[in-house]
């Protein structure tokens, strides 16, 4: 294994990309990048592709148009009401206040809550599905539960810092505000 140097910017980015526990930063830039999972003898990464990921680095994600404004007000309300929520509070199971923290941010913006269900998944197991059983096969033992309003299943038995780390990588995706995601995480350590 070769060791390269790289500035604290860029090492911050790709650290800000780890989708699961224990991801490898070649993990992390093979998916960034596109490549195949396990190391091909004479893969190529050609310049543009590594300029690409300076590029984003440097650059927001995009700029938000109103409507994104209003979405994202909208996932920030709902996440507040169930925060603050006495049947919240009072829960003392991880797994139900998961599964009401994903409920509401379906509710707040289904579609990009569809894509980001998209972009969330583990090495072997995927985590969302709109079908059981595509959930309960990528494993034994594998437990699934239904998001309530939704069309879509949850993995639910992973611990409670992996349950933290989906909510997270959702919430990323649908673009909540940074401290609401530390704050929300903080539950699920």
């Known amino acids: 294994m070769k060791r390269i140097e790289i500035d604290d910017e860029l090492y911050q980015y790709i650290a800000s990309r780890t989708q699961s526990i224990g991801e490898t930063a070649s993990d992390i830039l093979r998916r960034l990048l ?9 893969v190529l990464v050609q310049e543009h592709m590594i300029n690409e990921l300076k590029e984003l680095v440097k650059t927001p ?58 972009k969330v998944r583990g090495n072997e197991r995927i985590y969302f599905s709109q ?8 494993g034994s ?26 909510l997270k990588g959702v919430m990323e995706s649908m673009q909540v505000p940074a401290k609401l995601i530390e704050r929300i995480q903080a539950l699920f350590v």
């Open 61 to 118: 994600s995009r700029t938000t148009s109103k409507k994104d404004d209003f979405n994202a007000e909208k996932t920030v309300a709902k996440l507040e009401d169930i925060l603050n929520s006495e049947h919240f509070m009072n829960e003392n199971k991880n797994v139900v206040r998961f599964i009401m923290l994903l409920a509401a941010l379906y509710r707040s913006n289904p579609t990009a809550f569809a894509k980001a269900t998209e």
């Open 34 to 42: 596109r490549l195949p999972q396990s190391p091909q003898p004479f």
């Open 131 to 138: 079908s059981e059983e595509e959930i309960l096969a990528t």
């Open 141 to 166: 033992g594998v437990k699934a539960k239904q998001i309530p309003d939704s069309p879509f299943w949850v993995i639910t038995n992973n611990n409670t810092a992996r349950k933290g780390l989906i």
